[in-house]
């Protein structure tokens, strides 16, 4: 089985931005503990970050993943086109955020990507990730996947 995480505008920044929000972990250690995760499981986990929606929405189209762990980032409150994208290729996905946008500013109370989602995590920093990596490889190997 494989997951494609992917992580959207500005997370490469982790480890340096809004520390207050996002915490102190890197984006390359939160992508090697994951990685170390899904291996043990026989699971291979594909990773994208980037700042421009188009090539999201490439790796989207172009993957062969079961499942995708998704960041949207800024993208989560803007993008129809990865919206489209994530329906598109009808992968089953869940939408995390290190942060909880719903203590924030109103614009960020809004996803494009929620109400489609398998779940979302949100507000538990760099934990969420590895939460919904257990819950993608629960579900890819469970009893009744
Ligand atoms: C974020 C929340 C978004 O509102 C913000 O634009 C981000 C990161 C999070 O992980 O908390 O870039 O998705």
């Keep these: 089985a494989k997951i494609l995480l992917v992580n959207g505008p500005n997370l490469n920044l982790l480890g ?71 329906l598109g290729v009808a992968i089953p996905f869940i939408e995390v955020h290190l942060s909880n ?8 109370h809004h996803s494009y990507f929620s109400d489609k989602a398998v779940g979302v995590i949100c507000g538990l920093g760099a934990d969420g990730y590895q939460f919904a990596l257990k819950s993608a490889i629960n579900r890819l190997q469970g009893p009744s996947a």
């Design 16 to 86: 340096r931005r809004e520390p207050g929000h996002y915490g102190h972990h890197t984006l390359d250690s939160i992508v090697q503990n994951m990685k170390n995760t899904a291996n043990s499981a026989d699971v291979e986990l594909e990773h994208i970050q980037s700042n421009a929606e188009h090539e999201l929405i490439d790796a989207i189209h172009s993957t062969d993943a079961n499942f995708i762990i998704i960041n949207p980032a800024a993208f989560t409150h803007t993008s129809v086109a990865i919206r489209d994208a994530i």
């Design 101 to 108: 946008v719903h203590a924030r500013e109103p614009f960020r």
